[in-house]
């Protein structure tokens, strides 16, 4: 089945620094790769989703890359606020229904 | 506009009891998932299910079942609580087909069990 490893477990940027979350997957047959952000004591939130038929999606200060022949994709944030600390998942799917296989997590913590 | 409610935000069993964890959802999804989640590990599938009265076991099933009566619901059980069964479990529903879409979560069950 699928395995989703996620890196690093913990990261830590001054306000303003870039932050870099990666993600490898197992299966080839995955098509769909969403991020989830979690806040401490909420729940999990879709921020921004990739297609494996695109190999970059940005929205506003917040981007992923796909790379389908490494079989890995990453979350980047750039000017990184302190409203961006949270523990985020990625995670990946085989499309149409199936479920998703989800990252252990990375806690962000922007420090100011 | 809460969409995935689950009932209780807390709850506290003894070690033994049964144990129901209710979710239900307004989007008309049509699959629905229990993910428990631990420090370090992440989210683990327990159960889901793509349409009323099917389930499916997922990843970690092991100690629990599910029912699927209504398309809007999805209810946990815990045949006989143990203490490592002490965890977050978050509901989660997604449309199908046509292509994919995100899970919707709900807020949580924090259950501690003793």
């Known amino acids: 089945g699928e395995n989703v490893e996620q890196h690093p477990s913990t990261l830590s940027v001054q306000e303003g620094d870039s932050a870099v979350i990666k993600c490898t997957y197992s299966?080839?047959?995955?098509?769909?790769f969403p991020w989830y952000k979690q806040e401490l004591g909420k729940r999990p939130q879709l921020i921004i989703d990739?297609?494996?038929?695109?190999g970059e999606k940005k929205d506003q200060r917040i981007a992923v890359t796909l790379n389908k022949t490494a079989k890995h994709f990453s979350l980047h944030i750039t000017e990184t606020q302190p409203e961006d600390s949270a523990v985020y998942f990625c995670a990946a799917s085989k499309g149409y229904g199936q479920n998703f296989v989800f990252g252990p997590g990375t806690r962000l913590s922007v420090l100011p | 506009d809460v969409k995935v409610t689950q009932s209780s935000r807390y709850l506290v069993k003894r070690t033994g009891e049964k144990v129901f964890l209710e979710c239900v959802q307004d989007?008309?999804?049509?699959?629905m998932f229990w993910y428990r989640q631990d420090p370090g590990l992440g989210l683990r599938l327990i159960y889901f299910?793509?349409?009323?009265?099917?389930?499916e076991k997922g990843d970690i099933p092991e100690g629990y079942s599910v029912s699927r009566e209504k398309k809007e619901r999805f209810s946990l059980i815990l045949e006989s609580a143990s203490t490592n069964q002490t965890s977050m479990y978050l509901c989660?529903?997604?449309?199908?087909?046509?292509?994919?879409?995100?899970?919707?979560f709900g807020s949580g069950t924090r259950l501690t069990v003793v």
């Open positions: 299910s793509y349409d009323v009265k099917m389930k």
């Open positions: 990739i297609r494996s038929n695109v």
């Open positions: 299966d080839s047959a995955s098509n769909y």
């Open positions: 989007m008309d999804h049509e699959n």
């Open positions: 989660a529903s997604s449309r199908q087909g046509g292509g994919n879409y995100g899970y919707t």
